[in-house]
C-alpha cells in the first residue's frame, strides 16, 4: 500500500465503478484523492444505495473467457492492472455459466470499505452542482450515465459541445422461492462451467410456439412509459434493448436474443425442443434474488407484472424490482477529450466511464483505471502513455477519442455512440497457421482470429504495463 503524501489532492466526482477505480489506482501511485459522490444526499432515478460502485443494472460482468472473448479479455488485463473493481467482483462471484456474475452487495460493500479504509482516499458526500472550483488542480468527472442535471449543464457549457444521450433499461428481479421449478430447470447454455459456476447455474423457463405468440402479443400490447417531449428523439443502446423493442423489430427477433432456446435441454422432456426460453440468473450471494436477463423493459409496473407472469414458471413471480428505463448521457469524446482523457478545452478536468462514450461496467472501470494512471503520473511528474490499440484497454480508449472513426475533412467523427469491448475494435492480427497444413475456415478461423487476437493484447499490455517509468519533459 502507498504511504501518505502531502502533495496537493486529485479530486474525482462520481462514485461509481469508473470513479472508484481511478481512486485506487491514484492512491496505490502515491497520491492522495479526494472522491466527491453526491449521494444519498442527491439520489438518482436508478441508484438504490449510497454505496460506491453501486450495480443498478445487471450483476453480470459478461464472459470471463480471456482467450475468445474481448470482455473476459478486458478482466484479465485489468486484473494484470491491480483492478479493485476486478478484485472485488472476483471474491463476490456468483454461479453464471461462462459470465463473471457478482452479489451486487457484497461487491459494493467491498469497493466501499477499501477505499474507505485507505489512508490516501477521503470520501465527501454532497452534489458538485457546477463547474469544479478553479482550486481543485486536477479533476476527474466520473459522474456516470446518471450525471446531476445541474452538472451536466456545466460540463456541456464547458465542451460547447450539444448534449448527447441514449436511454438505457433495467431488467425485473425475482424472488427464487416465487419462481415454479417442477416446470423450470437449472441449466446453463451448453453446460458451460464459469467462474463460480457448476453448468448449471441459470433458471430456464420453456414456451412453446402457442405461448411464445401469447406472450409477444402481450408485450407489444403493454402499456409503456411516455417520454417527455425532449426525450422522444433519443436512440437506444443497442446492447440493452427493451424487450418490446425487440418484439416490435420482429416477432421473432427475441426468440433470436435473450429468448433463444438453444444449447438447453428440459430434463422432464428431452425430446421436445422448447419455442423459446427465458433464462434467469443469480443476482446474489444467498441465490434468493434472480435476475430475468435481457428483459430489459420501459413497460409500466401494471404491465410488467401481468405479462411477465405468462411466462411459464413465473405465473406466481413476486418481484423484487420490476424493471425501468433511465436516460443516459456521454459527451462527443472525439471532439472534446484528448489520448489522455483531458479536455481539450480545460486541461485540468479529466473524464473516465460510460460519460466518455464506452458501455458497460468493466468498460467504464478500465476508464477509470486509465484516468487515474494517467492523472497521477501527472501529479508525479511523470507521464504514462495508453495502452497499445492492440489490446483490451488501448482498443477501448483509441475508440472513445476518436482514432479509428471516419472523419469529415479533418473534423472530427462523423458519429459517436457507446459502445461495448467487442474484437471489431481491434487492428487485424495474422493468424497462425495450423500444423496440419490445413486451410482455417468458417468458425475454425474466426475462433483462431480470436485466439490470435487476445495473446497479441496480452503481450503487448504486459509490455505497457513493464514500461519504465519517464520523467515529464519540463
Known amino acids: 500500500m502507498a504511504t501518505p503524501s502531502k502533495k496537493q489532492p486529485i479530486h474525482i466526482i462520481g462514485g461509481g465503478l469508473a470513479g472508484s477505480e481511478a481512486a ?21 432515478e436508478a441508484h438504490q444505495t449510497q454505496g460506491l460502485a453501486e450495480l443498478v443494472c445487471s450483476n453480470s460482468f459478461r464472459s470471463d473467457d480471456a482467450e475468445s472473448n474481448a470482455v473476459g479479455l478486458l ?27 457478482v452479489d451486487r452487495n ?21 452534489e458538485i452542482s457546477g463547474p469544479p472550483p478553479a482550486g481543485w488542480s486536477s479533476v476527474i468527472v466520473a459522474t456516470g450515465p446518471l450525471t446531476s442535471p445541474a ?20 431488467a425485473p428481479i425475482v424472488y427464487k422461492d416465487s419462481i415454479n421449478m417442477d416446470i423450470c430447470w437449472l441449466q446453463s447454455r451448453y453446460d458451460k462451467v ?75 422432456d428431452p425430446k421436445t425442443k422448447p419455442h423459446a426460453i427465458v433464462q434467469l440468473r443469480q443476482d446474489n450471494a444467498l441465490g434468493t434474488l434472480w435476475n430475468m436477463v435481457g428483459f430489459q423493459t420501459k413497460l409500466k409496473y401494471g404491465a410488467q407484472s401481468d405479462i411477465f407472469r405468462m411466462i411459464p414458471g413465473l405465473e406466481n413471480a413476486v418481484f423484487a424490482r420490476l424493471g425501468g428505463l433511465h436516460r443516459n448521457t456521454f459527451l462527443n469524446s472525439p471532439r472534446v477529450l484528448d489520448e489522455n482523457l483531458t479536455l481539450r478545452a480545460e486541461p485540468r478536468l479529466r473524464f473516465a466511464g460510460q460519460i466518455t462514450g464506452v458501455e458497460g461496467y468493466v468498460e467504464s472501470a478500465a476508464i477509470g483505471l486509465l484516468a487515474g494512471r494517467f492523472a497521477a503520473a501527472e501529479k508525479l511528474h511523470q507521464t504514462v502513455p495508453a495502452p497499445p490499440p492492440t489490446t483490451a484497454m488501448g482498443a477501448l480508449i483509441t475508440h472513445i477519442t476518436g482514432g479509428h472513426l471516419a472523419t469529415e475533412g479533418g473534423s472530427g467523427p462523423r458519429s459517436f455512440q457507446p459502445m461495448n469491448v467487442n474484437f ?28 490470435a487476437l487476445s495473446a497479441r493484447a496480452l503481450t503487448d499490455f504486459d509490455a505497457w504495463l513493464a514500461e519504465p517509468v519517464r520523467e515529464a519533459a519540463e
Request: glycine fraction near 12%; charged fraction near 25%; proline fraction near 8%.
Open 106 to 126: 457484497g461487491f459494493s460493500g467491498q469497493v466501499t470499505a477499501i477505499l474507505s479504509a485507505h489512508p490516501l482516499v477521503e470520501i465527501v458526500r454532497g
Open 151 to 170: 452538472l451536466g449543464e456545466a460540463i456541456r457549457a464547458l465542451t460547447g459541445e450539444d448534449e448527447l444521450a441514449f436511454f438505457d433499461a433495467i
Open 24 to 44: 485506487w489506482q491514484i492512491a496505490e501511485a502515491g497520491v492522495p484523492v479526494i472522491l466527491h459522490e453526491m449521494r444519498p444526499g442527491r439520489m438518482t
Open 194 to 268: 464459469g467462474p463460480g459456476g457448476t453448468g448449471a447455474d441459470y433458471i430456464n423457463c420453456p414456451l412453446d410456439e402457442a405461448q411464445y405468440n401469447a406472450f409477444i402479443d402481450a408485450l407489444l400490447g403493454g402499456e409503456k412509459t411516455e417520454f417527455h417531449e425532449w426525450e422522444k428523439n433519443t436512440p437506444y443502446f443497442e446492447g440493452c434493448l427493451p424487450i418490446e423493442i425487440m418484439a416490435e423489430r420482429g416477432r421473432e427477433t427475441p426468440r433470436h436474443g435473450p429468448m433463444k432456446p438453444v444449447g438447453l435441454t428440459n430434463p422432464r
Open 75 to 101: 478482466h484479465e488485463e485489468m486484473r494484470r492492472a491491480n483492478s479493485l473493481i476486478m478484485a472485488a467482483g472476483d471474491a463476490h462471484k456468483l454461479p453464471a455459466g461462462g459470465a463473471l456474475a
Open 424 to 451: 471489431g475494435l481491434f487492428p487485424p492480427v495474422e493468424i497462425p497457421k495450423p500444423e496440419d497444413g490445413k486451410r482455417l475456415r468458417g468458425k475454425e478461423k474466426g475462433r483462431a482470429r480470436k485466439r
